[in-house]
C-alpha cells in the first residue's frame, strides 16, 4: 500500500540524531531492530493509540494488538491503512514487507501473513519505533 499522506516529514540526519534516542535512531532511520522482549510496550495493557516515535502519528490501536508470542509488540491492522506504507525488504537473504510510517518514512518493522482474524496479518513492530498514549479517562 502507497501512502497518500501529503505530511511527509523531511529531517537531516543532524535533526533526526538530536530528536531520537540512539536506539530510536537505530531503528527508525537506520532500518535496525531491537531485541526481542526487550519493550516495554510488550507489556502494555491499556487502551489507547500506539504513535510513531518520530513524529507521531497515530500508528495502532490497543484494540488491534495481540500476544503473538515473538517478543515484540504485534498487531493485526493499522489505525488506518494510510498510516502506514508497505516496501520489499530483500535483506537476511529473503523477502519480507518492510513498514514504515506514512509520514516521516521511519522504519516500523514487518508485517507477516501468520496474524489472527480478522485480517490474518502480523504487524511485527518493533516497540522503541512507537509511543503509547493512553485513551482519557
Not at 1 to 22: F, G, V
Amino acid at each position: 500500500m502507497a501512502s497518500n499522506s501529503d505530511t511527509k516529514i523531511k529531517k537531516s540526519e543532524a535533526d533526526w540524531r538530536e530528536q531520537l534516542t540512539p536506539e530510536q535512531f537505530e531503528v527508525l532511520r537506520k532500518h535496525g531492530t531491537e531485541r526481542a522482549g526487550t519493550s516495554p510496550l510488550n507489556a502494555e495493557k491499556r487502551e489507547g493509540v500506539y504513535v510513531c516515535a518520530g513524529c507521531d502519528k497515530p500508528l495502532f490501536r490497543s484494540d488491534a494488538k495481540f500476544e503473538s508470542g515473538t517478543g515484540w509488540p504485534s498487531f493485526f491492522e493499522p489505525i488506518d491503512p494510510s498510516s502506514v506504507s508497505e516496501h520489499k525488504d530483500r535483506s537476511f537473504f529473503m523477502v519480507r514487507t518492510e513498514i514504515r510510517c506514512a509520514d516521516c518514512d521511519g522504519h516500523l518493522g514487518h508485517v507477516f501473513n501468520d496474524g489472527p482474524n480478522p485480517t490474518g496479518l502480523r504487524y511485527c513492530m518493533n516497540g522503541v519505533a512507537m509511543n503509547f498514549t493512553p485513551d482519557e479517562m
